[in-house]
């Protein structure tokens, strides 16, 4: 008989706004009440670890991302230049986005009232506090309380303006190697989310700094293969929704519920066979340093542009063999980028690391310490396409003469 694992219940964390402010938490606490009590958890890297299962936490994660999706489509349907405002970053954001985090959020802290929440994400409510954002936060408000409303499925009084502020903030932890952290990209691909195009809600789970499980949904995304087709809408129905828990295996479901099917990544091992995936947005990946791979690779097959983390999810069922991403220098990627994505690959059968062949590591905190970019094949082609980056990388490093 196993022996009994006992773990100490995990302390929630908190906005350090919150923390300080006596009113600010107690409202915390009324709004989500968490018990002491908590799953054991074991780590990884011990030698006595024990398989653990994450089905509640799988099936809390796909309720969440589902309807943040709904949430998603419903503003991407009628969208309006007003929807849209500009970070302090000056990046592009929507309600949507907003009300992306809070949906996710919520649901889980509902799902999963017993275990401690720690969530690592993208979206803080600084800007939306601003005097000039007060149409906006009410927008996102209404959005997120009819999509709660409209699913029937949480009995709760709507949520009031200052609840969704509280709500996003939830989602300032640091993660790390320690304890149970969610990672979180309400809309992965906002500038696909704003052309209509592939965008992802893209949500996973660190145990011990290991992903252990994640979800994608993609709406936009055709449930049939986009293979090498440019028109990624030619292919009739779309919105996919990938899933993924640590050695059980990858599936794909629709979004609308239609039965799992397990899935896995392209098998060939020919380079000149491997179709490969990169970002949309040349700003967000150099598409010359992936042609010069696919070059040396003997790659006949143009490159399928789309973005977010939708390329992980095709990926993951055969639609290509490779996806480089190599972003500008000094750029830092974010744990939510790839967290959902890195473990549905895995799963699948696939390979990511980053262009020194090293495994990504999600348990230093919010950021990525990466080798210069992030290359994601199956087993087969990893040896081939490490060589050919790197051989790539060496030659663009030459002055020229």
Known sequence: MAPFIIASARLVHLNPSIKSNPNLLSATK?????????????????????????????????????????????????LLESDVQSKSDKSPVTVADYGSQVVVSFVLQRELPSQAFSLVAEEESGDLRKEESQETLGRITKLVNDTIANDGTYNVSPLSEADVLRIIDCGTSEGGSNGQHWVLDPIDGTKGFLRGDQYAIALGLLDEGKVVLGVLACPNLPLESIGSLKDQHALGKAGCLFSAQLSCGTYMESLDGSPPVKVHVSDTENPEDASFFESYEAAHSSHSLSG????????????????????YGALSRGDGAIYLRFPNKGYREKIWDHAAGYIVIAEAGGVASDAGGKPLDFSKGRYLDLDTGIIVTNQKLMPALLKAVQDSLKEQALPSL
């Open 30 to 78: 009324s709004l989500f009440t968490f018990k002491s009590s908590y799953s054991p958890i074991v780590s990884s890297s011990s030698s006595s670890a024990v398989s653990m299962s994450y089905d509640k936490q799988l099936i809390a994660a796909k309720k969440a991302a589902s309807l943040a999706a709904r949430l998603c489509q419903k503003v991407q349907k009628g």
């Open 292 to 311: 010069a791979i696919a070059k040396k690779l003997g790659v006949k097959a143009p490159p399928v542009r789309i973005d977010s983390q939708a390329k």
